[in-house]
């Protein structure tokens, strides 16, 4: 029971890590394209390569940590040691 648990916390726990990931890359892309659109008189249009710099960003950390997980074999699926 108790491996159940941590397993569940660690699957938990990469879940958010993975979501802020990609809400900090999207905010840093949309608020940097702002910046730059009010620092160069470009609105919008930095903005929305900015806003589409952060979503391809956030695409790929969640590429990479699948492909992380892939490797190991740890796909969470509940699988514990005695299943193996």
């Not at 009010?38 to 492909?67: E, N, S």
């Amino acid at each position: 029971m108790a491996e159940k648990n941590k397993h569940w916390a660690k699957s938990l726990s990469d879940a958010i890590n993975l979501a802020t990931t990609v809400a900090a890359a999207v905010a840093i892309g949309i608020f940097g394209g702002r910046w730059l659109d009010g620092r160069f008189d470009t609105d919008p249009w930095l903005t929305v390569i900015g806003c589409l710099f952060g979503i391809t960003t956030g695409m790929k950390a969640m590429w990479d940590k699948l492909d992380n997980k892939s490797d190991s074999g740890d796909l969470g699926r509940g699988t514990t040691d005695d299943d193996k």
